[in-house]
């Protein structure tokens, strides 16, 4: 009984044995051109990424352009036709750069994913025109500031000219009040929404209208044209020729 138990062990051994013996044969007589397939994988792996990484450099200058023109919302098939590239090049591009900002994605109703890129210039723009702006009481222009502001009529020679008023004092305080919101010589868009008495909103929506000076100056309280300047997204006082 015993001996047929061996017997069919030591069958079985063989039946295992064989195999890793063709296999270890295989292996010894091919290794090399294992190694050199394993080689080239790895060399055709980091030759995609550099590839991947060249193509990236080209196309981050359209993607900036996108992101500040849509306040930084972007779609691949935006990205594929300003590129002129595929879609699935697009899709995985958007994919990485959502990856290393942190941007978010939602599917829109056409079907399509939409990305969102928050920038500190689109924060600041949310923030402004999310805070209403509490309405002020408006600023009556005195009698006596029209006529500081008017040339004086001319004096008969024989009539003694009249004294001199005092520089009024609410026309004193805002040119003071002006002179301290321009300490760097131009207001943020909070601050001269603020100035001019409207939302935050209104100024952003009428920042680039080309009637934006003379619409400033109908509201400022001081008479006074503003204008926008895309350069430092500030706005500086218009000086008169």
Request: no cysteine; glycine share 6%.
């Amino acid at each position: 009984m015993s001996e047929k138990l061996l017997e069919g062990d030591g069958k079985a051994f063989l039946v295992l044995l064989l195999p890793i013996s063709f296999l270890i044969i295989f292996l010894v007589a091919t290794w090399r051109f294992l190694l050199a397939l394993i080689v080239l994988g790895i060399g055709f792996q980091i030759w995609q990424q550099y590839q991947w990484q060249q193509w990236s450099q080209r196309v981050n200058p359209v993607f900036h352009r996108l992101i500040r023109e849509n306040q930084g919302k972007i779609t691949p098939i935006d990205l594929a036709l300003r590129g002129n590239f595929s879609g699935s090049a697009a899709k995985r591009y958007l994919d990485s750069k959502a990856a290393e900002f942190g941007a978010s994605f939602i599917n829109s109703e056409e079907g399509g994913e939409v990305y969102y890129f928050i920038t500190a210039s689109i924060l600041g723009n949310i923030l402004d025109s999310s805070e209403p702006v509490k309405e002020l009481p408006a600023q009556p222009v005195t009698k006596t500031a029209r006529s500081l502001l008017a040339p004086p009529p001319p004096q008969p020679l024989e009539e003694e000219p009249e004294a001199e008023l005092p520089p009024p004092t609410v026309h004193t305080e805002v040119k003071q009040n002006l002179a301290k919101q321009l300490v760097f010589g131009s207001l943020i868009q909070s601050e001269l929404a603020k100035r001019l008495n409207v939302y935050s909103s209104t100024v952003y929506k009428r920042r680039n209208d080309p009637e934006f000076p003379e619409w400033t100056r109908s509201r400022d309280p001081d008479g006074i044209a503003w204008t926008f300047s895309e350069t430092t997204k500030e706005f500086f006082p218009l000086e008169e020729g």
